[in-house]
Nanobody, 123 residues
């Protein structure tokens, strides 16, 4: 069974930064691709960023390219999302996900989900 626990969300002013973390409880963390999705009030969940199991290849939504960076520490079973130059439009619940295809941008393609962490960006 795979368990995910996100942390690091909070309230930040526009232009600020936050770093999200996701601790994953799984025997072979390094075998899985990792990613982040988000869901704003009244909107569908949308892909944010993903990272191949090796940590070499990444994939970003156009809306966050150049502002967000995804990374992982396989020794600590943890994936991170460094968010900079935050905008009010980034306000959402952010979900950590585990899967096998880091290029997948459809939520249904990702196998395991965390409970989410709230990020609120004030203007």
């Amino acid at each position: 069974q795979v368990q995910l626990a996100e942390s690091g969300g909070g309230l930040v002013q526009a232009g600020g930064s936050l770093r999200l973390s996701c601790a994953v409880s799984v025997r072979t963390f390094s075998n899985y691709d990792m990613g982040w999705f988000r869901q704003a009030p009244g909107k569908e969940r949308e892909f944010v960023a993903s990272l191949m199991w090796s940590g070499v290849n990444t994939h970003y939504a156009d809306s966050v390219k150049g502002r967000f960076t995804i990374s992982r520490d396989n020794a600590k079973n943890t994936v991170f999302l460094q968010m900079s130059s935050l905008k009010p439009d980034d306000t959402a619940v952010y979900y950590c996900v585990v899967g096998f295809n880091y290029r997948a941008v459809v939520a249904a393609s990702w196998k395991y989900w965390g409970q989410g962490t709230q990020v609120t960006v004030s203007s």
